[in-house]
């Protein structure tokens, strides 16, 4: 059986990582190397990394980032953040990422996603999808962290994407992403049903019940976060013995 | 000097990582006499097995993959193009390894494509030195090879299938040792060491 894959997520900004304790036995907590390295060491099974950076420059510096990480990092890892065209994609490839993830690019150009899985295969491509349950009771797909709601409605909209060659769905929560109170397990678990491919958890995690929970109920595949790793509250070692004790079935 | 050959299936670029990160020396090319005359030779592949071949056959590389003696090492679709044949564009391939490459069929419970950390067992290589039955390693794929005699450790998703191969001296993986953390990159130091 496959593994259910624990993943922390970076957010890159002008070429560092933000957030984050310093770490014990770490020099330099900003470095994305040497941060993405300890998670390895600590038993992540992939690493996410964000480039939240606003400027053209930064841009460019987080191509030259994601080399040094690829250079450096024996785990896979996928990058996210201002990818909206296929060379955009190439220029990630060549450097070594081993995915690529594509949020409201992919609502403002579904067809950005056959281009990208048609080029470089489905195992490249995941689309994230931030979606906020509406006053309507409909589960709408947001741009632009959340804040403009689009024409897409989450569940056609995921199955929308596996069909044009998504590999993998990462969904987040927009009501409960930085809650922390834990995942809408009912929702990822009527996804999981309509979906072939992966679903990726984020956004809500406050507790390894939550994490279980949507490991289990919520018929997730992997768990991303952020804060809990970054505020050093549980290592991602500790967070995988845990679920192990729970029979959630992990690599450790 | 390690080949790592090139023909046009994705990005090499984690390969040749692995390589660096492992202190060795390694050249990357289409050219037969290159690798011919290579100690081992890595061939990694990420895509479409019938555009593997046809990428092969385009740089008359058929021939000299099959005429080779020292160890290769085929990876993912690198690993499936050794088999007898695809269903992956219903391709016959290389035929170095007595199995075909069947398709995943998804349902409820089975997530196609095959992805992330998976177990490994039934080891019996040198290549697996060191490493014991239930480590995990890292998959990405839809089609696998199916068991058969050359069949060096197996996994299962859904059904068992060969998470490697060996006939003499070509070894394939469908796992990606250069993405499978410290495990990987053992296997790795092993194939550099037959």
Not at chain 1, 182 to 190: I, L, S
Not at chain 2, 35 to 49: E, F, Q, T, Y
Not at chain 2, 174 to 185: L, T, W
Request: with cysteine.
């Amino acid at each position: 059986m496959v593994a259910k894959r624990i993943i922390p997520c970076l957010d890159v900004k002008e070429g560092r990582t933000v957030k984050g304790v310093n770490f014990v036995d770490l020099r330099d907590v900003g470095d994305a190397v040497e941060l993405g390295q300890y998670y390895a060491r600590c038993g992540a099974d992939e690493l996410v990394y964000l480039d939240i950076s606003a400027t053209r420059e930064g841009r460019q510096t987080f191509t030259k980032l994601v080399e040094r990480i690829s250079d450096g990092i024996n785990i896979p890892f996928t990058v996210g953040g201002g990818i909206s065209t296929l060379e955009d994609a190439a220029r990630l490839l060549d450097a070594g990422a081993d995915k690529i993830s594509i949020n409201s690019a992919a609502i403002a150009n579904p067809s950005l996603i056959d281009s990208i899985a048609a080029r470089y295969g489905s195992q490249f491509v995941v689309v994230a999808i931030d979606a906020r349950l509406m006053d309507d009771g409909v589960w709408r797909a947001t741009t632009h962290g959340g804040s403009r709601p689009s024409d897409k409605e989450l569940f056609s909209w995921a199955q929308e994407a596996q069909e044009r060659g998504a590999g993998e769905i990462l969904f987040t929560s927009m009501n409960h992403d930085g809650t922390r109170s834990g995942y809408p397990c009912e929702t990822f678990a009527r996804l999981a049903d309509r979906l072939s491919i992966p679903i990726i958890a984020s956004g809500g995690a406050g507790s390894v019940a939550d994490i279980a929970e949507v490991l289990t109920v919520g018929k997730a595949d992997a768990a991303l976060a952020a804060s809990i790793f970054h505020f050093g509250e549980i290592t991602v070692g500790d967070l995988k013995q845990e679920l192990k004790r729970l029979n959630i079935d992990v690599r450790c | 000097m390690i080949a790592i050959l090139d023909y046009k299936m994705g990005n090499l670029r984690s390969v040749e990582n692995a390589l660096k990160r492992l202190g060795a020396e390694f050249t990357v090319t289409d050219d037969a006499d290159v690798i011919r005359s290579a100690d081992k030779v890595l061939m990694p592949g990420v895509g479409n097995a019938a555009e593997a071949m046809e990428n092969l056959r385009s740089a008359s590389l058929v021939d000299v993959v099959r005429s080779l003696r020292r160890p290769v090492l085929g990876i993912c679709v690198g690993m499936q193009v050794m088999c007898r044949h695809s269903e992956e564009g219903d391709v016959d391939c290389l035929n170095l390894f007595d199995a075909r490459v069947k398709r995943f069929e998804p349902s409820a419970d089975l997530k196609v494509p095959h992805m992330g950390w998976n177990t490994i067992g039934n080891l019996e290589s040198k290549l697996f030195k060191g490493i014991d039955g239930g480590e995990y390693v890292y998959f990405v794929h839809s089609y696998y090879p199916e068991l058969c005699s050359d069949t060096i450790a197996t996994s299962c998703h859904g059904v068992m299938f060969s998470a490697a191969l060996k006939y003499e001296n070509f070894y394939g993986t469908q796992f990606h040792p250069e993405k499978s953390g410290d495990v990987g990159e053992r296997i790795i130091e092993n194939f550099l060491r037959l």
